[in-house]
T-cell receptor, first 116, second 114 residues
């Protein structure tokens, strides 16, 4: 596709339910990132995938959060037993993975998660 | 205290005004600075990237870095309604690392009134 695609764009769920958020990166991009953006907060790093390397999970806020990336392409972020504080916009980004501080991140439009 | 502080606004200016957006930071190791623009219901997009102290210009946009004061700015000249967005600063200390090392500000919401 032309850009990073995320689905769903909006998700409303009840406290305690599990949710899955999907990210389809730009074709050929080896690096994939998940961020969380809460109201009034900056982008909070969650997890980073680079090629076949072990993912950097250091940003995941609790063990209720997990993510996988199948076949080096599509990624799914799963939140188990959702809590109200999980309500936020979840952004996915991909990049060429060549490294360097000016490596350009391409963001999807995000999934707005609301936990009631 | 957050490593990067950014006034959330909202900031509202008339069309044609000069806009100044600012971030301060506490980590003196930060050396690489970026500005992202985020339209409503969209993901951020990289607007400008700079390394050294001083000014970097790109069209109507100027990024300014003052490492001695730990202060960065983004100036928008002749602002347009299409500039209405949230502007996020981001920075890192690592030249060879991935974007994973970026620390973002909370963003300033800008509205340019026609």
């Amino acid at each position: 596709g032309a850009g990073v695609s995320q689905s769903p764009s909006n998700k409303v769920t009840e406290k305690g339910k599990d949710v899955e958020l999907r990210c389809d990166p730009i074709s050929g991009h080896t690096a994939l990132y998940w961020y969380r953006q809460s109201l009034g907060q900056g982008l909070e790093f969650l997890i980073y995938f680079q090629g076949n390397s072990a993912p950097d999970k250091s940003g995941l806020p609790s063990d209720r959060f997990s993510a996988e990336r199948t076949g080096g392409s599509v990624s799914t972020l799963t939140i188990q037993r959702t809590q109200q504080e999980d309500s936020a916009v979840y952004l996915c980004a991909s990049s060429t993975g060549q490294g360097g501080t000016n490596e350009k991140l391409f963001f999807g439009s995000g999934t707005q998660l609301s936990v009631l | 205290q957050k490593e990067v502080e950014q006034d959330p606004g909202p900031l509202s200016v008339p069309e044609g005004a000069i806009v100044s957006l600012n971030c301060t930071y506490s980590n003196s190791a930060f050396q690489y600075f970026m500005w992202y623009r985020q339209y409503s219901r969209k993901g951020p997009e990289l607007l400008m990237y700079t390394y050294s102290s001083g000014n970097k210009e790109d069209g109507r946009f100027t990024a300014q870095v003052d490492k001695s004061s730990k202060y960065i700015s983004l100036f928008i000249r002749d602002s347009q309604p299409s500039d209405s967005a949230t502007y996020l600063c981001a920075m890192t200390s690592i030249s060879s690392g991935s974007a994973r090392q970026l620390t973002f500000g909370s963003g300033t919401q800008l509205t340019v009134l026609p």
